[in-house]
């Protein structure tokens, strides 16, 4: 990759992106009734300022930053949610 490739991206980072402060998920598990299935509800805080992706091409609005497990868990299993909310930058 050229040096001029380089220099029109923004540097990738590591982690968290800067400004974006690790986002806290609660989950829920709402069981089935007759007139609707099981859901799994997802809260998670939306930041209104969207910090740029690493790549520089989205805004992040909302991420779990990768796979985390949840309280729940369905035939022994924990259940791991892993939520991106972006739009193009």
Same mark, same amino acid.
């Given at each position: 990759?050229?040096?001029?490739?380089?220099?029109?991206?923004?540097?990738?980072?590591? #982690?968290?992106?800067? #400004?974006?402060?690790?986002? %806290?998920?609660?989950?829920?598990?709402?069981? !089935?009734?007759?007139?609707?299935?099981?859901?799994?509800?997802?809260?998670?805080?939306?930041? !209104?300022? !969207?910090?740029?992706? %690493?790549?520089?091409?989205?805004?992040?609005?909302?991420?779990?930053?990768?796979? +985390?497990?949840?309280?729940?868990?369905?035939? #022994? +299993?924990?259940?791991?949610? #892993?939520?991106?909310?972006?739009?193009?930058?």
């Amino acid at each position: 990759m050229s040096a001029e490739r380089t220099a029109d991206r923004p540097p990738r980072r590591s #982690g968290a992106p800067t #400004g974006n402060p690790t986002m %806290s998920a609660t989950y829920e598990l709402r069981p !089935a009734t007759k007139t609707a299935p099981a859901t799994l509800v997802v809260t998670i805080p939306v930041n !209104a300022d !969207a910090p740029l992706s %690493s790549t520089g091409k989205t805004r992040l609005v909302a991420t779990t930053h990768g796979n +985390q497990p949840t309280p729940i868990t369905i035939n #022994g +299993q924990v259940v791991k949610v #892993g939520l991106t909310a972006f739009y193009k930058a």
